[in-house]
T-cell receptor
């Protein structure tokens, strides 16, 4: 069964304090791994898609990386506006077009 | 470009009633998916429609159904509502639904069942 586990559940950082969020996955053939950001009261906002081990994508202070078993979302010098819940999801051969989501990491950045 | 639009934003219903939620995808997107989000289970896939046909279905009871119209707009229906159906229902669209294509989500409909 396809499974996605995110850690930690919650993370508190000071402004400028870099860190990483982890997404471990077990799937029957990875078709894509997705990172989303979700603010309270809103739907998930698409950040990145990664397709194969070794791939990296960057956007402003965020960098996503992928291995055969996990993905990391690195946050460099975060700002308070980076506070949100970050969701990881996978598409697999078994699930087809469905996204299998992790429970998310809630990030709080204080100034 | 307008994003995914869901209506209504909030709904309060009573157990046993039925409800219909609406979704307008991003212009040009032909695939529409529905997800349920709850604090305990997170985001769970309900179903996906492409060109008016249900192409994929999650593990939800038959009380949950949906449809897609020729203009790609979609509706989902929940019959005989239960307290456990209280959740945020999210609609997402993608260009063609090809595996690996990112989904773009609306802001959801918050359903409360009393």
């Amino acid at each position: 069964e396809d499974q996605v586990t995110q850690s930690p559940e919650a993370l508190r950082l000071q402004e400028g304090e870099s860190s990483s969020l982890n997404c471990s996955y077990t799937v029957s053939g990875l078709r894509g791994l997705f990172w989303y950001r979700q603010d309270p009261g809103k739907g998930p906002e698409f950040l990145f898609t990664l397709y194969s081990a070794g791939e990296e994508k960057e956007k402003e202070r965020l960098k996503a990386t992928l291995t055969k078993k996990e993905s990391f979302l690195h946050i460099t010098a975060p700002k308070p506006e980076d506070s949100a819940t970050y969701l990881c999801a996978v598409q697999s051969n078994q699930a087809g077009t469905a996204l299998i989501f992790g429970k998310g990491t809630t990030l709080s950045v204080s100034s | 470009k307008a994003g995914v639009t869901q209506t209504p934003r909030y709904l309060i219903k009573t157990r046993g009633q039925q409800v219909t939620l609406s979704c307008s995808p991003i212009s040009g997107h032909r695939s529409v998916s529905w997800y349920q989000q709850t604090p305990g289970q997170g985001l769970q896939f309900l179903f996906e429609y492409f060109s008016e046909t249900q192409r994929n279905k999650g593990n939800f009871p038959g009380r949950f159904s949906g449809r897609q119209f020729s203009n790609s707009r979609s509706e989902m229906n929940v019959s005989t509502l239960e307290l456990g159906d209280s959740a945020l229902y999210l609609c997402a669209s993608s260009l063609d639904g090809v595996e690996g294509s990112p989904l773009h989500f609306g802001n959801g409909t918050r359903l409360t069942v009393t």
